[in-house]
Nanobody, 129 residues
């Protein structure tokens, strides 16, 4: 099974910014329609962060990141980005990208991690105060 590949995580001070990326492997290009970001803070459950139709424009965000995080993708829909601004320590987590064929890419179904059948290994984001 082809896996998505995240990159770009790291450590930043509160108030800073990071952009993380998710590459869609060529073997899954024809089967993926919905791309999402999830995160798993230390010792906590995985939570949905944002999702977007591959090719746009419908986009969804969890309330805690509205106005701070922005999802985007390249023109081919093969790389998916999460721009994170005004980061705070509560944003510290392992960030994972996920994808599915699109049937669940609407609100609120996009928040259900069980609806995604492609996942990356995750990239760590650490925000210090």
């Amino acid at each position: 099974q082809d896996h998505l590949m995240e990159s770009g995580g790291g450590s930043v001070q509160a108030g800073g910014s990071l952009r993380i990326s998710c590459a869609v492997p060529p073997g899954t290009h024809s089967t993926i329609a919905c791309l999402a970001w999830f995160r798993q803070p230390p010792g906590k459950e995985r939570e949905a962060v944002a999702a977007q139709w591959r090719g746009g424009p419908s986009t969804y965000y969890v309330e805690s990141v509205v106005g701070r995080f922005t999802v985007s993708q390249d023109n081919a829909g093969n790389t998916f980005y999460l721009e994170m601004n005004k980061l705070n320590p509560e944003d510290t987590a392992l960030y994972l990208c996920a994808a599915n064929a699109g049937a669940q890419c609407y609100d609120p179904a996009w928040r259900n991690s069980g609806s995604y059948n492609h996942w990356g290994q995750g990239t760590q984001v650490t925000v210090s105060s």
